[in-house]
């Protein structure tokens, strides 16, 4: 069974979430719980979070995805903000846990201003911080890969590794792996070779097991360029070729998936993206089981 969703808007109230997702046809989808440009103005309504659960079970959606916002830096080498980015993050997966979710998916931050060696050691001791000071709680983290733009960690598969062979409780923490950003960073995944050299390197470096969730995501940059911009599934590099690739991989294949394409672009939203996913989906299931 495909489980397929979207990044959807808590706009108005965060269980009107829940419709949305419900009303494009999805049986799993992504939100941000607050402002993602803003840190944290209040906490949210029991009251809303209640009914935002109840209409998550009642619509038997799972799994149920968070992203942690942007003002966040677990990586960063000012102390003041570095010390406010790892309070702010506990009191989200916390958040998380009350609403039921099943993963927050965070970035591994920036280090600019410093080197990336140190950006790699202060996030891996950050998130050993906040799985220290959120016991119990049961959402798991999951790092997301980078197309690299920036300062940015998680370009490269070795540097999750990194992170993950220093946690003192890695059973708490999982991969999500996002399609665009991993053509920015340089893996050439438009055909089913190059996807098999992804999985390969994953499989080395963190292994598939660990990956929860898949961001898919079409891109128009060039492959390599570090930049991270989304487009409309099988109309960018990655192109069709390379989601039905993707899509039939053994090792890939039932990992849910979640679209953070454009809402509108050249005419196409989150319906005709949903659809071409569906569409390319039913593609696969003609081919033989896949082997490579």
Same mark, same amino acid.
């Given at each position: 069974?495909?489980?397929?969703?979207?990044?959807?808007?808590?706009?108005?109230?965060?269980?009107?979430?829940?419709?949305?997702?419900?009303?494009?046809?999805?049986?799993?989808?992504?939100?941000?719980?607050?402002?993602?440009?803003?840190?944290?103005?209040?906490?949210?309504?029991?009251?809303?979070?209640?009914?935002?659960?109840?209409?998550?079970?009642?619509?038997?959606?799972?799994?149920?995805?968070?992203?942690?916002?942007?003002?966040?830096?677990?990586? %960063? !080498?000012?102390?003041?903000? =570095? +010390?406010? #980015?790892?309070?702010? @993050? /506990?009191? &989200?997966?916390?958040?998380?846990?009350?609403?039921?979710?099943?993963?927050?998916?965070?970035?591994?931050?920036?280090?600019?201003?410093?080197?990336?060696?140190?950006?790699?050691?202060?996030?891996?001791?950050?998130?050993?911080?906040?799985?220290?000071?959120?016991?119990?709680?049961?959402?798991?983290?999951?790092?997301?890969?980078?197309?690299? %733009? !920036?300062?940015?960690?998680? =370009? +490269?598969? #070795?540097?999750?590794? @990194? /992170?993950? &062979?220093?946690?003192?409780?890695?059973?708490?923490?999982?991969?999500?792996?996002?399609?665009?950003?991993?053509?920015?960073?340089?893996?050439?995944?438009?055909?089913?070779?190059?996807?098999?050299?992804?999985?390969?390197?994953?499989?080395?470096?963190?292994?598939?097991?660990?990956?929860?969730?898949?961001?898919?995501?079409?891109?128009?940059?060039?492959?390599?360029?570090?930049?991270?911009?989304?487009?409309?599934?099988?109309?960018?590099?990655?192109?069709?070729?390379?989601?039905?690739?993707?899509?039939?991989?053994?090792?890939?294949?039932?990992?849910?998936?979640?679209?953070?394409?454009?809402?509108?672009?050249?005419?196409?939203?989150?319906?005709?993206?949903?659809?071409?996913?569906?569409?390319?989906?039913?593609?696969?299931?003609?081919?033989?089981?896949?082997?490579?």
């Amino acid at each position: 069974m495909l489980t397929l969703g979207v990044h959807v808007s808590i706009a108005g109230k965060i269980y009107k979430s829940v419709d949305r997702a419900v009303d494009f046809g999805c049986n799993t989808f992504q939100i941000f719980s607050r402002n993602p440009r803003q840190f944290r103005k209040s906490m949210l309504d029991e009251d809303d979070v209640e009914k935002f659960r109840q209409k998550v079970k009642e619509h038997n959606i799972k799994p149920v995805v968070i992203h942690i916002p942007y003002t966040l830096n677990l990586a %960063s !080498g000012k102390r003041e903000f =570095y +010390k406010i #980015s790892i309070k702010e @993050f /506990i009191v &989200d997966l916390r958040e998380a846990d009350k609403l039921g979710a099943d993963y927050l998916v965070t970035h591994m931050g920036s280090y600019k201003g410093g080197t990336e060696s140190a950006g790699l050691l202060r996030f891996a001791n950050a998130l050993n911080k906040i799985l220290k000071e959120t016991k119990g709680v049961k959402p798991k983290v999951l790092l997301e890969n980078t197309s690299g %733009s !920036g300062h940015w960690l998680g =370009y +490269k598969f #070795s540097q999750i590794k @990194f /992170i993950m &062979d220093r946690l003192n409780l890695p059973e708490r923490v999982g991969v999500c792996l996002d399609t665009a950003h991993a053509w920015g960073a340089g893996y050439q995944i438009n055909n089913a070779v190059g996807v098999n050299s992804l999985v390969k390197e994953i499989e080395k470096e963190v292994g598939v097991s660990n990956i929860k969730l898949i961001h898919l995501n079409d891109t128009q940059v060039e492959l390599g360029s570090l930049l991270d911009r989304h487009f409309a599934i099988g109309k960018g590099e990655i192109g069709k070729k390379g989601f039905i690739s993707i899509l039939s991989h053994k090792d890939l294949k039932n990992i849910p998936l979640i679209l953070e394409t454009p809402k509108k672009n050249q005419g196409v939203g989150d319906i005709e993206n949903l659809k071409m996913v569906k569409s390319l989906y039913n593609k696969t299931v003609s081919l033989k089981e896949s082997i490579y």
